[in-house]
Nanobody, 125 residues
Framework: QVQLVESGGGLVQAGGSLRLACAAS????????MGWFRQAPGKEREFVAA????????YYADSVKGRFTISRDNAKNTVYLQMNTLQPEDTAVYYC??????????????????WGKGTLATVSS
């Protein structure tokens, strides 16, 4: 069982930055691929970024490539999402997710094993 708790959301002006963190419980954190998803008001949840168990492989949605960076610290059971050059369209609730594989995170979100409750990031224009 893995429990995920996100933090780091808040209000920022366009062009600014936020760093989200997701703390995971359990001793098996390092065996899971981790990902970030987001859901904007009135829209469906969408994939943002994923990282494999070792941190050596990452994958991003085109909309955030070059602006967002996902990373993890297995010693701290934490995954991060550094978000730079934020735009109003990045406003959303950001969710952390854990799954056994990158394929599961990026192609089968309905089957993802574990989700956090989300943290709200608001970007003002």
């Amino acid at each position: 069982q893995v429990q995920l708790v996100e933090s780091g959301g808040g209000l920022v002006q366009a062009g600014g930055s936020l760093r989200l963190a997701c703390a995971a419980s359990g001793r098996t954190f390092s065996t899971y691929a981790m990902g970030w998803f987001r859901q904007a008001p009135g829209k469906e949840r969408e994939f943002v970024a994923a990282i494999n168990w070792s941190g050596g492989g990452t994958y991003y949605a085109d909309s955030v490539k070059g602006r967002f960076t996902i990373s993890r610290d297995n010693a701290k059971n934490t995954v991060y999402l550094q978000m730079n050059t934020l735009q109003p369209e990045d406003t959303a609730v950001y969710y952390c997710a854990a799954d056994r594989t990158m394929v599961g995170l990026t192609t089968k979100p309905s089957g993802i094993a574990y989700w956090g409750k989300g943290t709200l990031a608001t970007v003002s224009s």
